[in-house]
C-alpha cells in the first residue's frame, strides 16, 4: 500500500510542472548579456553567458578536457575576440580581469552554463566622448542579446542608444512578455564624461547566487524532461512513466503547432475514414520518433558543421511546403469534381445523362491527396518538427546511461502526439459524418469539402510565408 501510495505522489509530481526546470528561453538558446560600466577614469564591460542545456552539453567535452577554470578562461579570451569597443574613435582592447562560472542545475539531469566575466576598456579622460560598442558572438545562435549602459563614481552618461537598467536581471530573470520574442541588441553607441575618482571594476557573482538557476516558469511540457531524472527505475515507475510520458505527449499536441486544424480539415475533404485517422497517428508516431533521433545525431556528432536548432527553420519550411501539395491536390480534384457535376447536368438538361452515365461512374474514384500518399504527406507535416524537451531527454538519456528507458520515454511521447492527433481526426471524421445525413445539395454543407481544401491550401501558404523569413 505505501509502494503504491508513493506512486501515486510520484505521478502527482511529474504531472506537474517544474517552476524552474528548464531554461525559460528553450532548450536551445546561447544568451548574452553586456553592461557597459563607466566608473570615474575608465571603462570595464561585465560581459554574461547563460547557455541552456543543449548548448551547456554540446561544451562538455572541452569542460572534462580543460576543467571548469580552464574551460571559462578559454571562454573569456574566445569572447573578448567577438567584441569591439572604441573610445573617441580608437578602439580599445578589453582585458579579462576576473570571472566566474557556474552549472545550474537544468531539466532532466541536465546543466546550463553562466559565465561571467569583467573586461577592463582603459583609462578615459577628457570632456564628452563618444563610445561604441557591438558583439558579434554567435551569430547563428537563437537566444537573448542585451546590452546595457551605466555611469559611476563621477562618470555622466550623457546619451546613449541602450537602457541602464537590464530588463532581464542580467539573465537571471526573463520578463514572460519577451519570452517569445526575446531581446536582439548587438550594438550600442552613446555619449558621456568621465569622473575624476579612480575606477572600480564591477563585481561578479559568486557561490550560491552564480549557481542559481534563471528564473520565470518554464513550458507546460517540463514535467516529461523530469522523467528521465528520477533515480527509482523500479517496474512500476517505470510503467508509470510511460503513460505520464504518453500524457505529455498528448499535451504537446494540443499546444501551439502540429497542424491540429490542417488535419482536421484534410480529413473533412477528402473521403476521411476512421482508418485513415489510425494511419495519420502511426505516421505522426514514427516521423516524431525519427525526428528526435536524428536531431540527436546532429547535436552529439555534428554541431560543429550543423547548429542545430538553425534546423528548425528548416524543418517548419518543409511542413508546410507539404501542408501546401497536399492542399493544391485535394482543390484540384474538387475542382475536377465540380466540372465533371456540371457537364453531367448540363448533359442531362439535354437528355444525354446515358452518355455521362460511364464518367459519372469515374467520379468516385480516389483523389489524389486522399490517398497514402496525402497521408503520408499530413503525417510527416505533423510529426517532422521534433519537440525539444524529447531531444533534451534523449541527450539526458546518453549522459546518465540510460539509453534504453530513454528511448521509451521518446516513444511513448510520440505515442500520446500521434493519439491526440488520431482522436483529433476521429472527431473530424464523425462530424463529417454527421454532416452527411444532411441535404447536401444546398446550403453551405455542400461547400464544406471545397472549403476545407482551402483551408488547407490558406494555412500551408500562412505557413510558408511564416517560415521563410527564418531560413534565409
Not at 11 to 23: D, E, G, K, M, S
Not at 284 to 309: D, K, Q, R, W
Not at 315 to 322: C, D, I, P, R
Request: glycine fraction near 10%; charge should be positive; charged fraction near 15%.
Amino acid at each position: 500500500m505505501k509502494k503504491f501510495i508513493a506512486l501515486l505522489v510520484a505521478v502527482a509530481a511529474l504531472l506537474a510542472p517544474a517552476a524552474a526546470a528548464a531554461h525559460p528561453l528553450g532548450n536551445f538558446t546561447t544568451n548574452r548579456y553586456s553592461r557597459i560600466e563607466l566608473s570615474g577614469d575608465h571603462v570595464y564591460v561585465l560581459y554574461v553567458l547563460d547557455l541552456a542545456e543543449i548548448p551547456t552539453f554540446q561544451a562538455q567535452d572541452d569542460v572534462g578536457r580543460l576543467g571548469p577554470e580552464g574551460y571559462a578562461k578559454s571562454l573569456a579570451a574566445e569572447l573578448s575576440r567577438g567584441l569591439t569597443l572604441t573610445v573617441g574613435g580608437e578602439r580599445r582592447p578589453l582585458v579579462a580581469l576576473r570571472h566566474a562560472i557556474a552549472f545550474p542545475e537544468g531539466v532532466g539531469g541536465l546543466h546550463t552554463t553562466r559565465l561571467e566575466v569583467v573586461y577592463e576598456g582603459g583609462e578615459v579622460a577628457g570632456g564628452p566622448i563618444a563610445l561604441a560598442y557591438s558583439d558579434a558572438n554567435f551569430p547563428n545562435r537563437i537566444g537573448w542579446r542585451e546590452i546595457v549602459v551605466q555611469g559611476e563614481r563621477g562618470s555622466r552618461v550623457l546619451s546613449s542608444s541602450a537602457p541602464s537598467k537590464s530588463s532581464s536581471d542580467e539573465l537571471l530573470a526573463y520578463p514572460k512578455s519577451q519570452l517569445r520574442s526575446p531581446l536582439d541588441v548587438t550594438e550600442a553607441q552613446a555619449r558621456f564624461t568621465p569622473g575624476a575618482e579612480a575606477g572600480v571594476p564591477p563585481a561578479v557573482l559568486a557561490g550560491k547566487d552564480l549557481r542559481a538557476p534563471v528564473r520565470v516558469a518554464s513550458r507546460s511540457d517540463t514535467g516529461f524532461a523530469a522523467l528521465i531524472g528520477k533515480k527509482d527505475l523500479s517496474l512500476g515507475f517505470v510503467l508509470i512513466s510511460i503513460l505520464v510520458a504518453v500524457f505529455w505527449g498528448a499535451a504537446h499536441a494540443f499546444s501551439p503547432g502540429h497542424g491540429k486544424t490542417i488535419v482536421a480539415a484534410y480529413l473533412i475533404g477528402t473521403r476521411g475514414t476512421p482508418r485513415h485517422a489510425l494511419y495519420l497517428g502511426l505516421i505522426v508516431t514514427v516521423t516524431h520518433t525519427i525526428g528526435v533521433f536524428a536531431l540527436g545525431l546532429v547535436t552529439l556528432a555534428l554541431s560543429a558543421f550543423i547548429v542545430p536548432e538553425r534546423l528548425y527553420p528548416w524543418l517548419n519550411l518543409v511542413s508546410a511546403l507539404l501542408v501546401v501539395s497536399v492542399g493544391l491536390a485535394v482543390l484540384r480534384w474538387r475542382l475536377r469534381e465540380f466540372s465533371r457535376a456540371r457537364a453531367r447536368r448540363a448533359a442531362h438538361a439535354h437528355g444525354h445523362d446515358r452518355d455521362h452515365h460511364h464518367e459519372h461512374g469515374h467520379s468516385h474514384a480516389p483523389e489524389p491527396g486522399s490517398g497514402m500518399r496525402g497521408l503520408v504527406g499530413m503525417g510527416i507535416s505533423g510529426g517532422i518538427i521534433p519537440c525539444p524537451t524529447a531531444l533534451v531527454v534523449l541527450l539526458a538519456a546518453i549522459s546518465l546511461h540510460r539509453v534504453g528507458y530513454g528511448l521509451v520515454l521518446i516513444l511513448s511521447f510520440s505515442v500520446g502526439l500521434a493519439a491526440a492527433m488520431t482522436a483529433i481526426g476521429l472527431l473530424a471524421v464523425s462530424a463529417k459524418r454527421a454532416f452527411s445525413r444532411v441535404d447536401l445539395e444546398g446550403g453551405i454543407v455542400k461547400l464544406l469539402p471545397a472549403v476545407s481544401a482551402l483551408v488547407i491550401l490558406g494555412l500551408g501558404i500562412a505557413m510558408t510565408v511564416r517560415s521563410l523569413p527564418s531560413v534565409t
